[in-house]
């Protein structure tokens, strides 16, 4: 997803800790959704070539700033001060990287139809079957495991990163020192997304101490979201696997990592096995009361019951659905918008990035691998 997306989280604490995964290549900003507050993880414009191009510029240096900035993070997360400022000295300015986090001008239409064209087409669906064929085995053990679809994962993986093939070139240290010090003023949210910013940094540092000497500098989004499914620091110290089982976790180089991870970050948000992500909704205009069904966005809120005495229309599959609703709205340009009735498990893909058109297209790549796949 280009700049400045904005995964997020409904749960406000565990949004500090989790969320900002993903770093799409190619998702418009616009499709984070309302609720989107927290965070911003960076689809950086991936290269869409193999070739590592990093991106950079100067060091910063041990100014004041650094310095004091070193002396939080090396405390807060029992680092030694000295390592931690030499880091941090050693990063490097990325000039181009806080404008990319600036929301979209507001005149930009949001549309469902052209956002699905970039994820939903047949070179994309072309690499998730060989994705799919290549690690089927821990896509298996990941259902069995997790309780979580392998064409969910698929899904996440191939909006991603398309399979791997666009996981950023962007230093992480540097990506995520320029945010935490540069970040824009005249973002709506600086502060918060400064304070999000620094304490992926924090996290970032302890991943970093962690490697080996002589190890290559990690790269990731312009965002700092790393590896086969772009997790952020924080996330990748909280729900990331090793699945591979070689006794070290790896999202960098082990898409079976990758496979594992995601699996259990779906599960800590309380994916429930079995239960579909959204179902087709029409409407009975008699009755409808669209402003209602609409007021708490993407948040799964009303009984089948209580959404069809609104005038949502159900068919019957729908019908028998015990959880909540959500009646999930996607514009599309000028045209009419499109509609969903999205279920807790719908949510749960919002959990990985705040965005209605993002769970969507990573649901529809899934859905069209595994047609393709025959499952
Ligand atoms: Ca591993």
């Not at 799964?300 to 229309?313: E, I, L, T, W």
């Amino acid at each position: 997803m280009t700049p400045s997306f904005s995964p997020s989280f409904a749960l406000r604490q565990i949004a500090t800790v989790v969320v900002y995964l993903a770093a799409c290549a190619s998702v418009p900003a616009w499709s984070t959704t309302k609720h989107s507050r927290a965070a911003t993880h960076g689809h950086a414009h991936k290269v869409p070539s193999k070739a590592v191009r990093q991106v950079s510029g100067p060091h910063f240096g041990a100014t004041p700033q650094i310095v004091a900035l070193a002396h939080e993070l090396a405390e807060q997360h029992k680092l030694p001060i000295d390592w931690v400022r030499q880091q941090l000295s050693n990063a490097r300015q990325l000039p181009g990287v806080p404008k990319m986090v600036m929301p979209p001008p507001v005149n930009v239409p949001k549309n469902w139809r052209a956002y699905r064209e970039r994820f939903i087409e047949p070179r994309r669906i072309d690499a998730g079957v060989q994705f799919w064929k290549t690690y089927d085995s821990p896509l298996q053990r990941a259902q069995q495991t997790y309780g979580v679809p392998a064409e969910m994962i698929v899904g996440i993986i191939g909006v991603e990163t398309f399979y791997g093939q666009h996981k950023g070139n962007y230093r992480v240290l540097d990506a995520l020192t320029t945010l935490a010090l540069n970040f824009p003023a005249a973002h709506p949210r600086a502060a918060e997304r400064q304070a999000f910013f620094k304490s992926e940094l924090g996290h970032f540092l302890v991943q970093m101490r962690q490697q080996a000497p002589g190890t290559a500098p990690i790269t990731g989004s312009f965002a700092g979201a790393m590896g086969w499914p772009q997790f952020m620091p924080s996330s990748w110290a909280k729900f990331a696997v090793d699945f591979d089982g070689d006794g070290r976790i790896d999202l960098l180089n082990s898409p079976v990592d990758a496979i594992g991870s995601v699996a259990n970050y779906f599960k800590a948000f309380g994916w429930q096995t079995g239960m579909p992500t959204h179902y087709p909704v029409k409407f009975d205009e008699a009755r409808l009361d669209k402003p209602s069904l609409l007021a708490p966005d993407i948040l799964p809120s009303f009984s089948v019951s209580n959404f069809m005495a609104k005038g949502a229309v159900l068919d019957n599959d729908a019908q028998q659905h015990t959880g909540p609703l959500a009646l999930v709205e996607l514009f599309n340009g000028d045209d009419a918008p499109s509609y969903v009735a999205g279920t807790e498990n719908f949510y749960v893909v919002t959990r990985y990035n705040w965005s209605s058109y993002y769970a969507l297209a990573v649901i529809e790549l899934g859905q069209a691998v595994a047609e393709q796949m025959g499952r």
